[in-house]
């Protein structure tokens, strides 16, 4: 008599939410083959290039130039995009829950939510001012902008923050109005000098490029409130204020804290060299969201990486294999100062040229590519886009 053969197990599929799909989400959903069961999270269709939404203040870039639709992105990794937001976080149990209420189960989770604008409980940043975080925020400020210069009446801008985005914000407005007699520009810093803790020569160039125009340059002066009309620093001093630009950085959301990733509110989620969080064995924690055992630069191109090693990991530790450490490239800095000046940061060493302006588009149109390969027609014509785009706004005119 011949022995019956059992029926062999269903091959399950470890299942894979990942939360937040800008660069670090969506490239660990790229790097996660079909052999995972994966759903990616977030509250907006978009996946936006950050790196250059300062030239949606200028009109030197359209919103449509920054943005690529996640669900697309999402489907071509053989995916699923759940556009809604993530309000918690149940490691232990193995789920989590969307504002519309539903319930994921998962095996794994990577968390990839970026950061919130940080408003250091300064009265009337969120009534009166505008962020500088996304290509909406961008966007409207640029038709802010326009809208103002219309006409010849006096007008006076206040950029608050003179890190990163508030220095390419300054560059961008000189880059479309430096001709323009009726703009006061104001940019104001708590600490000793602009980009202070990157350089002191990315300070002293700005201030060379400024001369001929009228910006004023407000060091060691701590916003104290922000109105309607103006701002008005610590010390008494008011500035006037058609338009306020709020550059002030960012804190982690309050979904780390209380998914009991982070040990307090605003603070980053500490994780270790794997990027495995500290706190639960199923969760990873990427870009700015993640406190690294060493710090890294909140850019980009460190979020795509540790994408690709969240998802490397997931592997790993779903074959219950040893994880990998994350080991962050040594990458160049680009601070664009609109069509006046490029610097390029690496360690303590600053090299200034305005041709560099060009390696930084050309970052931004081949990562684009990377991102959304031209293999069909919609990718296709948002590359052609793209390049025909920046080929106008480079052009010399005639």
Not at 233 to 257: C, E, F, K, Y
Request: proline share 7%; with cysteine.
């Amino acid at each position: 008599m011949t022995a019956r053969r059992r029926p062999n197990p269903p091959i399950t599929r470890s299942r894979v939410a990942i939360v937040g799909a800008n660069f670090g989400g969506l490239r660990a959903a790229q790097e996660l083959g079909s052999g995972f069961d994966v759903t990616v999270f977030d509250p907006s269709p978009w996946f936006e290039w950050l790196p250059n939404i300062h030239e949606l203040v200028s009109q030197a870039k359209r919103p449509a130039d920054l943005r690529l639709p996640r669900k697309r992105l999402v489907a071509a990794a053989g995916h699923r995009f759940v556009r809604d937001a993530v309000t918690a976080i149940d490691a232990k149990r193995g789920t989590l829950t969307t504002a519309g209420g539903a319930v994921h189960a998962f095996d794994f989770c990577i968390v990839a939510t970026g950061g919130i604008n940080a408003t250091y409980g300064v009265r009337g940043v969120e009534r009166y001012a505008l962020p500088f975080r996304s290509v909406e925020h961008c966007d409207v400020i640029g038709r802010r902008l326009a809208a103002l210069m219309k006409g010849r009446k006096p007008r006076s801008v206040v950029i608050a923050g003179g890190g990163f985005a508030g220095v390419e914000a300054l560059g961008e407005i000189l880059r479309r109005y430096r001709s323009r007699d009726n703009l006061t520009l104001h940019i104001v810093e708590a600490g000793p000098g602009l980009m202070w803790g990157v350089s002191p020569k990315i300070d002293a160039a700005v201030r060379r490029h400024v001369r001929a125009y009228d910006v004023q340059i407000h060091v060691r002066s701590p916003v104290a409130a922000i109105t309607p009309t103006g701002v008005r620093l610590q010390g008494g001093r008011r500035l006037r204020s058609d338009l306020t630009i709020w550059t002030g950085g960012n804190v982690a959301p309050p979904l780390l804290h209380a998914a009991r990733l982070a040990p307090k509110p605003l603070q980053w989620a500490p994780v270790d060299a794997t990027l495995r969080s500290r706190r639960h064995d199923n969760v990873f924690v990427i870009g700015d969201a993640a406190a690294l055992p060493v710090a890294v630069p909140k850019q980009a191109f460190h979020a795509l990486e540790m994408g690709e090693c969240a998802a490397a990991n997931v592997r790993r530790a779903a074959a219950g294999r040893p994880l990998r450490r994350y080991r962050p490239s040594r990458t160049p800095l680009l601070l664009a100062f609109g069509d006046l000046d490029t610097f390029l940061v690496a360690g303590r060493s600053v090299v200034a040229n305005p041709a560099l302006a060009a390696g930084k588009e050309a970052v931004y149109q081949v990562t684009m590519a990377q991102i959304d390969p031209p293999s069909n027609v919609h990718a296709l014509g948002q590359l052609a886009s793209r390049v025909i785009g920046v080929t106008r706004r480079l052009a010399p005119p005639r």
